[in-house]
């Protein structure tokens, strides 16, 4: 009975120790994908980010023999804009019926493609092969110093080349027999890899695991140890038994079960539903999991794919994993860019100004108001009050590479005074991004002299004119009408929402003439333009001579 309440009382911690572990603060909801085919990568977007749910994960293999950059940065794109991260495995070609073992020479050829491309996120996750303790995996012959060798060489170099190189070993298969030189049993080939390389992890930052539920890919998710849903459990056991005392966050590119007449989907719908809230959502340590695979459509793996044969439809899991809650992942992303402006020096009070600055995106994301990025202006001296108000246009799908003009309305009070600022790019109100100071100066109101004469030499005089400022845009900033002349001259008091030193077209117009207009350059006093003389051909005073006009006077010359 003792031994009977010990065993119960080792039980409990055991399990509260399981329940109590700190859940994971990523959304670690994955899939793994055969092909990056734009169908396939929405639809594990509906599975991955449903719910709740943003940034999880696919797996992605890329072959030696497929490295179009412009390929795999469109693919990168799409993760992007569907806020997917990847996880890259590499992989040679088949030789017959092994593929092909790599060779340290291929190392730099391939660092080179993976630097070239714009990464989803910053961390750059990279597998390095798959299963080496499968002869078929490793040219046809298992060779733990072959690997150890080559992971090295590309896991130093790839460090040494960018260090958002996230670099992992392969998965393992956890239930291969040590059988040389077809298979090895896994713990002999760890063990190998750390005496022939003892400081290869000094060069690795996560652990990858194939946790299949064995055997035959239809075992309990109850299970715990080896060859279960937990391998990766026991696998972290193994490295710390081996001396291998880093944290490596788990990231379980394999997993699942195998459909059978013993095993049905909506059995393993239970079973995916279990794991995933009772132990891979709750260990702290797992950073993704992407069960294999998404879209399969011939043996060896049909048995494993989520979609049904030749259907356009899913198996009942993948809606099942599609309802379970998920979290809105935040992954570190690398924001780089330029605000770029030309604009006026000197403004004037009173006025309402429509300015534009550029966007130059360099990063990684993409600048969208829905996530969280918006355009401010502030003073370079934090005390001092703004003596403008300022509202932006709403950002919208800047993506990395792209320049987009953002236009904002500015409007300054009965304030003058000198003033610095800045522009600064801000996401969920943190900076980001800032510009270079813009200084300038809010002076008073100026005037305007104009000087005007009829056709064909008589002085103007009228209470009717109407004057009219346009910008560089066309965009018309000021207006007044019932302007009084007198001899010729009139004055325009106070004329607001323009820029001193900048081009305007001034436009005069007065009924039943032509409009008259000038390009000028405001200052802040004695500004003064002289028309041309206003002629008389405005008949019907839609501001233009045209064919009516000619009809009035073809009619009125006739009488005479």
């Known amino acids: 009975m003792r031994i009977f309440i010990k065993m119960l009382a080792v039980l409990i911690i055991f399990l509260n120790t399981v329940v109590l572990v700190k859940g994971a603060d990523n959304n670690i909801f994955g899939i793994h994908l055969a092909q990056p085919h734009f169908e396939d990568i929405e639809a594990a977007a509906r599975l991955v980010n449903s719910n709740g749910g943003r940034w999880g994960y696919v797996t992605l293999i890329i072959q030696e023999n ?90 130093k170099t790839l460090k040494e080349k960018n260090q958002d190189f996230f670099v992992m070993l392969a998965g393992f298969d956890a239930s291969a027999p040590s059988s040389p030189p077809r298979y090895e049993d896994e713990e002999k080939f760890l063990r190998k890899i750390i005496e022939y390389r003892p400081d290869i992890f000094n060069f690795l930052d996560g652990w990858v695991s194939h946790s299949y539920p064995n055997p035959g ?15 990766y459990d026991w696998e972290l056991e193994l490295l710390r038994s081996l001396g291998v005392n880093k944290e490596l966050p788990v990231f379980i590119t394999e997993t699942g079960w195998q459909r059978s007449p013993f095993l049905t989907e909506e059995k393993i719908a239970d079973y995916l539903r279990y794991t995933f809230e009772n132990v891979w959502l709750k260990d702290w340590r797992i950073k993704a999991v992407t069960p294999f695979i998404l879209n399969y459509q011939s043996e060896p793996f049909l048995g494993f794919s989520w979609k049904k044969y030749q259907e356009n439809n899913f198996y009942s899991y993948y809606h099942r994993v599609q309802s379970l809650a998920k979290k809105s992942g935040g992954p570190e992303i690398i924001n780089k860019g330029k605000i770029v402006f030309d604009l006026p020096k000197e403004l004037i009070v009173q006025s309402l100004y429509n300015f534009k600055v550029s966007l130059k995106n360099q990063g990684q994301a993409i600048w969208d108001k829905a996530d969280g990025y918006q355009l401010r202006i502030i003073a370079v001296d934090d005390n001092e009050e703004l003596p403008i108000e300022v509202l932006f246009n709403d950002l919208k799908n800047i993506k ?64 009717d004119f109407e004057l009219q400022i346009f910008d560089i845009d066309e965009k018309l900033v000021f207006k007044k009408k019932s302007i009084k002349v007198k001899n ?58 045209s064919l009516k006009d000619l009809l009035f006077f073809y009619r009125v010359f006739r009488l005479f």
């Open 400 to 463: 990395p590479f792209e320049e987009r003009t953002i236009e904002f309305s500015l409007k300054t009070i009965n304030k003058q005074e000198t003033s610095n600022f800045k522009f600064i790019l801000e996401k969920d109100n943190e900076k980001i991004l800032e510009s270079d100071i813009w200084s300038f100066h809010i002076l008073p109101l100026p005037s305007l002299k104009i000087s005007l004469s009829f056709w064909p030499g008589v002085k103007a005089k009228s209470d």
């Open 217 to 231: 890919f239809s075992g309990s998710p109850y299970d715990f140890g080896r060859r279960t849903v937990r391998t």
């Open 488 to 545: 010729g001259l009139g004055n325009i008091n106070e004329i607001q929402n323009i820029s001193l030193g900048e081009l305007y077209r001034v436009v005069i117009l007065k009924p039943g003439f032509l409009p008259r207009q000038k390009y000028f350059v405001f200052k802040t006093k004695d500004n003064q333009v002289e028309f041309k003389k206003l002629l008389p051909f405005d008949t019907n005073k839609d501001g233009k001579f």
């Open 66 to 155: 497929d490295k179009g950059l412009n390929k795999w940065q469109g693919v990168f794109d799409k993760l992007r804009e569907l806020k997917l991260i990847p996880i890259i495995r590499l992989a040679t070609q088949p030789q017959g019926e092994n593929w092909r073992r790599p060779d340290v020479q291929d190392v730099n050829e391939w660092v080179v493609f993976l630097n070239s491309l714009n990464w989803v996120v910053k961390d750059r996750y990279i597998i390095l092969f798959n299963e080496p303790n499968h002869n078929n995996e490793w040219g046809g012959e298992v060779d733990e110093k072959s690997y150890t060798e080559i992971a090295y060489t590309f896991a």
